[in-house]
């Protein structure tokens, strides 16, 4: 009964997973999505001008590989890139590119490679999950600053935006095949983002991660973080302001011991307080149904889609809506953080009461609430029972299950059918992630409390 | 000896089947009586565990203050005889039974031998069983096999889209008929084998009255259910389904072993009692709770529902006490996790 429609692929985070060699398919059980490797490095770029190579050789010395190894072993488990940000050995990188090493640091270790070889460890100081982001430190630089000095990278500032068009340069190691700058523009922020990020008209691709945008005159724009793997040069930079936070909020902290999914927790908890509270806020669309006001929420950081069906045998007729935000929290093994909703409208007056109950009936059962496996998630929960809003009949269904490694966290997924009309009905579906147990009932709530007539009856 | 009367034999000796049903009997006219292959016996028994002179039997007549005196000797023989199915008689050994007015019965070989005397007992005439009764009844079974036939397409048609209802309707009568005729066929076969009889009204009989039971529980429960939101109900509606499956096999077993009722009672029951027993361990395995459904998923038209609804604000209120269920488990389970190092995905 239930089509599904996938219009665009995920976003791709650009941490290269691969196992040796790079082209080969990516290991399938690896953190960020690894539908990378080969169309992406067969994309094509723009003719390297002279300015990119004024601004490569000038950042050269900057720039560094990050790899994640296991410990114990010399193998590497996934790379990506990274960029000095002061002359006391700070570098930034992506929180997906050191997230085994972050949450898992009894199995693995981090190092930096620079361009001409030299390798050396890391250590984690902060992480920004929300966005991205994280601050690490070389293991060969003295705390205090005493020691070595760095070249560090100077971000552009705020106060100078770029205009859309604008040239700039995405550095990285992409593939793990050797250091690279691809060229491309700035393209404003990205519509419809949760978080903002900096739409990139240039080829990234995996292994990239973390590395640095710059503008004509080498100051950090951003840095890279991901791309559609259904488009040509549609990319992403994680603004340089929330870098540049970063930076100057961690650059004297102490590194991070152990693993790190209490930090991963509290962000994650601070996410979805906002993301509750601007979602409740925003309200929803009028005019989704002729006969109820069925809960669609206007496009602000959320993206619906719609599909109409008519039965060729004189069956079920139905339309459906799917409503999803871009924006998703990657924590190691799994993503969070984000809300959809779904909505069926079904037609039986070709049917008859009893055979529209019937598909009614098997539509209402065909529901799934298992999305994370169980090493990461408790078996779900549910709630159920008859509903009523303003005199229309519901049956409601709330399941949720908790996250085992991050504690208070939950999804929790509501289900709705009207049963007010014996030849048609509407069922919804509101599905949150990663919230707490208060929000995940306030937001039952406010999508329950959305249901009601058009007119009254 | 000199007992018997003129035409009345002194003693009846019957081979009887495990059914009961006596494959031969002989005459004794007079005690003893030898058993064994070879043909000087006066019951010759072709049976390659007989030995030749097998056993005698005697029957020492009693006085008016004691009872006759049975003699079973084994003779020449390996395997013996046993005695009332509980006592061996082994060869050259022999074994004095009082007359206590009952059939005795004896095993020599594999054949199954039982002393008739004529002042034994015999008991009342009995009704014949429902089982023989039903062979010659196909009206009842009939109307329930067509209501069963009705039922399937009614929920044929519901389930099939208005266009390509003709052909379902032909294929599920079809499918119902040849599966029914397969189930019955091969009990059948399994009675004919076990009481000679093949006791197909029987198991028609059993099999359309369960297939009827089983669709009214496809949908009873479900319809309370949704009208009384009891969501419990279809979640442990599958052990009626066990139950009535239970019930059929018991009922079809008895026309295989009917002299072994108890029995077949205690397999129905033990099938049922395992297999709710898996079921439920089953579903706590794959969904930590005992019950078959997640939640409620059965929906009929709107003008059958009972249950009153509730509020928005009181039903997500009542939401509260999951958290501290939820709590529990994600504590209770990434717990066990760090300690062993094992890959619990399902």
Redesign the interface.
Same mark, same amino acid.
């Given at each position: 009964m239930r089509p599904r429609i996938r219009r665009w692929e995920a976003l791709t985070a650009l941490a290269l997973v691969a196992s040796s060699p790079a082209f080969a398919q990516p290991r399938p059980a690896a953190a960020p999505p690894p539908e990378v490797a080969a169309s992406a490095a067969a994309a094509p770029s723009a003719p390297v001008s002279l300015s990119a190579r004024k601004v490569y050789e000038q950042a050269r010395s900057q720039l560094v590989q990050i790899r994640t190894v296991l410990k114990g072993r010399a193998s590497q488990t996934s790379v990506g890139s990274g960029f000095f940000v002061s002359a006391q050995g700070h570098i930034l990188t992506n929180f997906h590119v050191v997230s085994e090493a972050a949450l898992k640091p009894e199995q693995h270790d981090l190092v930096y490679v620079t361009a001409d070889g030299r390798e050396a460890p890391l250590v984690i100081l902060q992480l920004d999950v929300l966005h991205d982001l994280a601050l690490l430190r070389a293991g060969d630089a003295a705390p205090s600053g005493a020691g070595r000095r760095f070249d560090a990278l100077a971000f552009r500032s705020a106060t100078e935006p770029l205009a859309q068009g604008e040239r700039i340069y995405s550095l990285g190691n992409p593939l793990d095949v050797g250091f690279a700058v691809t060229q491309g523009t700035y393209n404003g922020l990205v519509k419809r983002s949760f978080y903002p990020q900096i739409f990139f008209g240039g080829a990234l691709s995996a292994g990239m991660s973390g590395g640095p945008a710059l503008d004509e005159e080498g100051h950090v724009v951003g840095v890279n973080v991901a791309r559609r793997i259904d488009g040509e040069q549609v990319s992403f930079l994680v603004p340089a302001e929330f870098a540049s936070a970063l930076l100057a909020r961690g650059k004297d902290a102490a590194p991070i011991v152990g693993s790190a999914y209490p930090i991963v927790d509290e962000q994650l908890l601070k996410h979805q307080t906002l993301l509750t509270d601007r979602f409740i806020q925003q309200g929803w669309k009028e005019a989704t149904h002729p006969r109820y006001r069925v809960p669609v929420p206007p496009d602000v950081f959320m993206r619906c889609w719609g599909t109409s069906t008519v039965s060729n045998n004189g069956g079920l007729d139905f339309e459906r809506s799917d409503c999803v935000m871009d924006t998703r929290i990657f924590v190691g093994e799994f993503t969070t953080g984000t809300i959809s909703l779904r909505h069926e409208s079904y037609d039986g007056t070709k049917l008859g009461a009893l055979r529209f109950a019937q598909r009614y009936a098997a539509s209402f059962r065909n529901e799934s609430f298992v999305r994370l496996s169980s090493q990461h998630q408790t078996k779900p929960r549910c709630e159920e029972d008859y509903i009523e809003r303003d005199g229309l009949p519901l049956r409601a269904v709330v399941c949720m299950r908790a996250y085992k490694k991050l504690p208070q966290l939950y999804d929790v997924a509501v289900l709705v059918a009207t049963l007010d009309q014996s030849r048609n009905g509407v069922q919804g579906r509101f599905d949150a992630q990663g919230v707490s147990f208060a929000n995940a009932q306030r937001l039952a709530q406010h999508y329950l409390e959305a249901y009601r007539w058009v007119a009254p009856h | 000896m000199g007992g018997a009367a003129l035409g009345e034999p002194a003693a009846l000796l019957e081979a009887v089947d495990r059914d009961g049903f006596v494959r031969q009997s002989w005459r004794i006219e007079r005690f003893p009586v030898s058993i064994g292959r070879a043909l000087d016996n006066a019951v010759v028994l072709s049976d390659s565990h007989v030995a030749a002179h097998h056993a005698t039997i005697d029957v020492v007549p009693g006085s008016d203050t004691a009872p006759a005196t049975i003699v079973v000797a084994a003779r020449e023989t390996r395997n013996g005889v046993v005695v009332r199915g509980r006592e061996r008689v082994a060869g050259g050994a022999a074994k004095e039974l009082a007359d206590d007015g009952r059939d005795v019965e004896l095993q020599v070989g594999r054949v199954q031998l039982r002393l008739r005397l004529p002042n034994h007992a015999l008991a009342a005439e009995q009704a014949m069983s429902a089982l023989a009764d039903t062979d010659h009844r196909w009206l009842p079974t009939l109307g329930v096999a067509a209501a069963v036939l009705l039922f399937v397409l009614a929920t044929t048609? /519901? +389930?099939t889209?208005? +266009?390509?209802f003709v052909r379902s309707a032909g294929m599920a009568v079809l499918t119902t008929i040849a599966g029914a005729a397969v189930w019955c066929g091969l009990w059948a076969l399994l009675s004919k084998t076990f009481t000679r009889q093949s006791h197909f009204g029987w198991h028609v009989r059993v099999f359309v009255v369960a297939s009827l039971v089983l669709l009214v529980l496809s949908v009873v429960p479900a319809l309370a259910a949704f009208a009384f %939101?009891w969501?419990w109900l279809t979640d442990y509606s599958f052990v009626a389904i066990y139950a009535t499956a239970a019930a059929a096999i018991y009922f079809h077993l008895l026309a295989v072993e009917p002299g072994r009722r108890k029995l077949m009672q205690a397999v129905a029951v033990t099938g049922f009692v395992v297999g709710v027993a898996l079921s439920l361990w089953f579903n706590v395995q794959r #969904? @930590? $709770?005992p019950g078959e459904e997640?939640?409620?998923?059965?929906?009929?038209?709107? =003008?059958l $529902?009972v249950? $009153?609804? #509730?509020? *928005? &604000?009181r039903? *997500?209120? @009542?939401?509260?006490p999951? =958290?501290a /269920?939820?709590?529990k488990?994600?504590k209770e =389970? %990434?717990g066990s996790?760090s300690e062993g190092a094992g &890959? &619990?995905? +399902?």
């Open positions: - | 048609w /519901i +389930e889209d208005p +266009e390509p %939101s969501p #969904t @930590g $709770r997640l939640y409620m998923n059965h929906l009929f038209p709107p =003008q $529902r249950a $009153r609804p #509730t509020s *928005v &604000d039903f *997500v209120a @009542g939401l509260a999951m =958290q /269920i939820l709590d488990k994600a =389970q %990434s996790d &890959d &619990d995905d +399902e």
